[in-house]
């Protein structure tokens, strides 16, 4: 298995996947269950992210989840991810604010797992 | 909605048996779709199969790949872009170089249903994704530009026919890519890629000049002249015999070596014309002849415009143009000269300087489809420089035209200037991106949107891309960017010099990339040396070869 990115001072991992369904964004939460927040997002550290991650692909098939790995992220409330590429993804394309999770109305709850 | 197009010319009819076809893959997808969501087939089994009908899954949701063969579209087509637009995107549709149109907000539940509202009106996702020939692309002013030597959308639907699931050509060691042009001014990139076709008509018959492992990507090469007269009785057997050379020969061990430009360059032109001669020797050429009778049937399916203008239109447009500067600025770049006198193809500028390149609203399709139907037969065509194309405009009705366009906000006078910018997804939607593309075109778009200033800079294309795989050819830009990942920060090499016309150049790297508020800056410095500099009349490119990539890297750097 490939190896777990390190978080750095102050900073934490999350697990991610899209939606089987409609490829929507969504994080590992409280209960193991995928979240579409990243607020609601289970802040794991490097020494347990680890298992969680094992577990989470594991059971993707079975959760509806597709391309499940860790993002490193600032340990702030809400956690804030450390790259572009996963902050695009937990917030929507830059250029389209109006399309961002964070305003654009949620989509019905087809997975609620 | 308007009637159906029923006099939309410039793209085949379909026939029973290919709405049949189309029934039957849908079928054949829905199915596979249902087994995945139950969980019968993986993830692993079913990626393939999705990517077989131009589903990826990309940062925010699944992206659909509608193919529009040769970038041509009928009013209807359009109109049923913008349904599925709005019901099933964002509201948005987004052009792309390869005179497709890709929907970013996907749900993969809806994709069959999509697929099916598609098919009512002939269109599809077939050879939009996955390792098979893709969809052939054209000159967007076939059949209608005055310096045309002849249409060559007959033959790229005879090449659409031959590849569409080709039995051995399904599974190729990587996609291929076919482009065909029957003008001088090579208007389609076709040295950049896997086979180019120049068509040209002689006292015996049609010709292709035709051109082998063109590329971009990874590794950017010019295409070389393979044959310079392929006879069209010879055209299928020919273009079966590359694919089979390439099929028995491309590698399959590795993704970024798997093209045919790799496999021309290792065995050099001259063994790979020696084995595609062999090849053509051994096969049954009979079975391959394209006869006369064959070309006119597939002709006859192509339904041509009744050109009838009024004896003074050319008059009438003069007087608009008089009495309008703005529409006088619009007309001189976004058209181009018509076969017929009264007559005039006029290009729609997807790159309103400032919005995202390539994108168009669901109510911007309806109102083009609403326009094509009145202004030029119920029929548009796709640009592969993310542009669309009215073919066929009376030059009295233009003004008009104009009008309606302003109204869309698709009156943009910067068709072939310096904001007519070329530009991939990139990060802000793309998987594979290192950089997001889309924010530093509509700066650079800003910074030159200026009508009077384009006007004064002239002709200069700038392209950018995401990442090495250069879906925004930034290869063949005069000035291209590439984004690239410096320690996880964004950002922007620069390239400069390249062309994909008659002169195909490959831009050179001018040295360390750029955040991206540099690299507009960068730009800025070089095109202002390029006005200070340039002698009269001198193009952006030959000024380059001048003055030497030297001379604009201390400007792009400003060590002078
Ligand atoms: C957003 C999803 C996209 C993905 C995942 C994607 C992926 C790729 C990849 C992997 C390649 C390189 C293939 C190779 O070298 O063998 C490529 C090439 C290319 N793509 Fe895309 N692409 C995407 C979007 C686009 C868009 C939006 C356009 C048009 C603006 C486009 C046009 C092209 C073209 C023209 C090439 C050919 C470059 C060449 O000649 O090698 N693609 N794409
Ligand atoms: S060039 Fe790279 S970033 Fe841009 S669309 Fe292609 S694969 Fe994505």
Same mark, same amino acid.
């Given at each position: 298995?490939?190896?777990?990115?390190?978080?750095?001072?102050?900073?934490?991992?999350?697990? #991610?996947?899209?939606?089987?369904?409609?490829?929507?964004?969504?994080?590992?939460?409280?209960?193991?269950?995928?979240?579409?927040?990243?607020?609601?997002?289970?802040?794991? #550290?490097?020494?347990?992210?680890?298992?969680?991650?094992?577990?989470?692909?594991?059971?993707?098939?079975?959760?509806?989840?597709?391309?499940?790995?860790?993002v490193?992220?600032?340990?702030?409330?809400?956690?804030?991810?450390?790259?572009?590429?996963?902050?695009?993804?937990?917030?929507?394309?830059?250029?389209?604010?109006?399309?961002?999770?964070?305003?654009?109305?949620?989509?019905?709850k087809?997975?609620?797992? | 909605?308007?009637?159906?197009?029923?006099?939309?010319?410039?793209?085949? %009819?379909?026939?029973?048996?290919?709405?049949a076809?189309?029934?039957?893959?849908?079928?054949?997808?829905?199915?596979?779709?249902?087994?995945?969501?139950?969980?019968?087939?993986?993830?692993?089994?079913?990626?393939p199969?999705?990517?077989?009908? &131009?589903?990826?899954?990309?940062? !925010?949701?699944?992206?659909?790949?509608?193919?529009?063969?040769?970038?041509?579209l009928?009013?209807?087509?359009?109109? @049923?872009l913008?349904?599925?637009?709005?019901?099933?995107?964002?509201?948005? &549709?987004? /052009?792309?170089?390869?005179?497709?149109?890709?929907?970013?907000?996907?749900?993969?539940?809806?994709?069959?249903?999509?697929?099916?509202?598609?098919?009512?009106?002939?269109?599809?996702?077939?050879?939009?994704?996955?390792?098979?020939?893709?969809?052939?692309?054209?000159?967007?002013?076939?059949?209608?530009? @005055?310096?045309?030597? =002849?249409?060559?959308?007959? *033959?790229?639907?005879?090449?659409?026919?031959?590849?569409?699931?080709?039995? $051995?050509?399904?599974?190729?060691?990587?996609?291929?890519?076919?482009?065909?042009?029957?003008?001088?001014?090579?208007?389609?990139?076709?040295?950049?890629?896997?086979?180019?076709?120049?068509?040209?008509?002689?006292?015996?018959?049609?010709?292709?000049?035709?051109?082998?492992?063109?590329?971009?990507?990874?590794?950017?090469?010019?295409?070389?002249?393979?044959?310079?007269?392929?006879?069209e009785?010879?055209?299928?057997?020919?273009?079966?015999?590359?694919?089979?050379?390439?099929?028995?020969?491309?590698?399959?061990?590795?993704?970024?070596?798997?093209?045919?430009?790799?496999?021309?360059?290792t065995?050099?032109?001259?063994?790979?014309?020696?084995?595609?001669? $062999? $090849?053509?020797?051994?096969?049954?050429?009979?079975?391959?002849?394209?006869?006369?009778?064959?070309?006119?049937?597939?002709?006859a399916? /192509?339904?041509?415009?009744?050109?009838?203008?009024?004896?003074?239109?050319?008059?009438?447009?003069?007087? !608009?143009? @008089? +009495?309008?500067? +703005?529409?006088?600025?619009?007309?001189?770049?976004?058209? *181009?000269?018509?076969?017929?006198?009264?007559?005039?193809?006029?290009?729609?500028?997807?790159?309103?300087?400032?919005?995202?390149?390539?994108?168009?609203?669901?109510?911007? =399709?309806?109102?083009?489809?609403?326009?094509?139907?009145?202004?030029s037969?119920g029929?548009?065509?796709?640009?592969?420089?993310?542009?669309?194309?009215?073919? *066929?405009?009376?030059?009295?009705?233009? !003004?008009?035209l104009?009008?309606?366009?302003?109204?869309?906000?698709?009156?943009?006078?910067?068709v072939?200037?310096?904001?007519?910018?070329?530009?991939?997804?990139?990060?802000?939607?793309?998987?594979?991106?290192?950089?997001?593309s889309?924010?530093?075109?509509?700066?650079?778009?800003?910074? /030159?949107?200026?009508?009077?200033?384009?006007?004064?800079? &002239?002709?200069?294309?700038?392209?950018?891309?995401?990442?090495?795989?250069?879906?925004?050819?930034?290869?063949?830009?005069?000035?291209?960017?590439?984004?690239?990942?410096?320690?996880?920060?964004?950002?922007?090499?620069?390239?400069?010099?390249?062309?994909?016309?008659?002169?195909?150049?490959?831009?050179?790297?001018?040295?360390?990339?750029?955040?991206?508020?540099?690299?507009?800056?960068?730009?800025?410095r070089?095109?202002?040396?390029?006005?200070? %500099?340039?002698?009269?009349?001198?193009?952006?490119?030959?000024?380059?070869?001048?003055?030497?990539?030297?001379?604009?890297?201390?400007?792009?750097?400003?060590?002078?």
């Open positions: 298995m490939k190896r777990l990115s390190r978080p750095g001072e102050g900073e934490i991992l999350l697990l #991610t996947a899209s939606r089987l369904l409609d490829g929507r964004i969504v994080w590992l939460g409280e209960g193991e269950h995928w979240r579409e927040s990243i607020a609601e997002a289970t802040r794991f #550290t490097y020494e347990d992210a680890g298992a969680a991650l094992e577990r989470a692909l594991a059971e993707a098939e079975q959760k509806e989840v597709v391309a499940v790995y860790e490193v992220a600032k340990d702030t409330q809400p956690p804030e991810p450390v790259t572009t590429r996963e902050a695009i993804r937990a917030h929507g394309p830059s250029v389209h604010p109006d399309f961002s999770y964070d305003h654009a109305p949620v989509r019905e087809e997975s609620a797992l | 909605m308007t009637q159906p197009a029923s006099r939309s010319v410039g793209h085949y %009819q379909y026939e029973e048996r290919d709405r076809f189309l029934q039957e893959r849908i079928n054949e997808f829905e199915g596979q779709v249902r087994r995945r969501l139950s969980g019968e087939l993986s993830e692993e089994e079913f990626k199969l999705r990517l077989m009908n &131009g589903v990826y899954l990309q940062l !925010h949701a699944y992206m659909l790949r509608v193919a529009i063969p040769y970038g041509v009928d009013s209807r087509q359009l109109h @049923k913008a349904d599925v637009a709005a019901k099933y995107d964002r509201n948005y &549709g987004h /052009f792309t170089t390869r005179q497709n149109i890709q929907f970013n907000w996907i749900a993969l539940k809806d994709v069959p249903t999509i697929l099916r509202e598609l098919a009512e009106v002939d269109m599809h996702a077939i050879q939009t994704s996955g390792n098979c020939i893709r969809n052939v692309t054209s000159d967007e002013f076939a059949g209608a530009a @005055k310096d045309e030597l =002849m249409d060559p959308r007959i *033959h790229a639907e005879i090449v659409r026919q031959w590849s569409t699931l080709h039995p $051995e050509f399904t599974f190729l060691p990587r996609k291929f890519k076919i482009a065909i042009s029957g003008s001088p001014e090579d208007r389609v990139a076709a040295r950049f890629h896997d086979i180019g076709l120049l068509a040209r008509p002689s006292e015996n018959g049609p010709l292709f000049r035709l051109f082998v492992g063109g590329g971009l990507g990874r590794t950017p090469v010019v295409g070389q002249e393979l044959f310079d007269s392929v006879k009785e010879d055209l299928i057997a020919t273009l079966e015999a590359v694919l089979r050379v390439y099929n028995a020969f491309g590698r399959r061990d590795n993704l970024y070596k798997a093209r045919i430009k790799i496999l021309v360059q065995i050099g032109l001259e063994a790979f014309r020696k084995a595609v001669e $062999e $090849e053509l020797a051994r096969m049954d050429r009979a079975a391959y002849r394209l006869t006369p009778e064959h070309v006119a049937q597939i002709r399916r /192509f339904a041509l415009p009744d050109l009838k203008a009024p004896a003074d239109a050319s008059d009438v447009l003069e007087q !608009h143009k @008089k +009495a309008d500067p +703005a529409f006088a600025r619009w007309v001189a770049s976004n058209t *181009h000269p018509h076969q017929d006198e009264g007559h005039i193809c006029a290009v729609i500028s997807l790159k309103t300087p400032g919005d995202i390149p390539g994108d168009v609203t669901s109510e911007q =399709m309806h109102g083009l489809a609403d326009l094509a139907e009145r202004h037969f029929e548009v065509r796709v640009t592969h420089l993310q542009n669309l194309v009215f073919g *066929h405009v009376r030059k009295d009705q233009l !003004h008009e104009w009008q309606g366009l302003k109204a869309l906000g698709l009156a943009a006078p910067n072939g200037l310096i904001s007519d910018i070329v530009s991939c997804p990139g990060l802000d939607y793309c998987n594979l991106a290192n950089a997001r889309l924010p530093l075109a509509q700066k650079l778009g800003a910074r /030159f949107g200026d009508a009077a200033l384009q006007a004064e800079i &002239g002709a200069l294309s700038i392209h950018m891309s995401g990442c090495i795989n250069a879906c925004g050819h930034h290869h063949v830009g005069n000035i291209g960017l590439l984004g690239v990942d410096k320690r996880g920060a964004e950002t922007y090499q620069i390239l400069l010099g390249g062309d994909a016309g008659e002169n195909a150049a490959i831009g050179g790297i001018l040295g360390p990339s750029f955040a991206e508020d540099e690299a507009v800056d960068a730009v800025a070089i095109v202002e040396f390029y006005l200070g %500099q340039r002698q009269k009349g001198e193009t952006f490119s030959a000024m380059l070869k001048r003055c030497g990539l030297k001379a604009f890297k201390e400007v792009a750097y400003e060590t002078v």
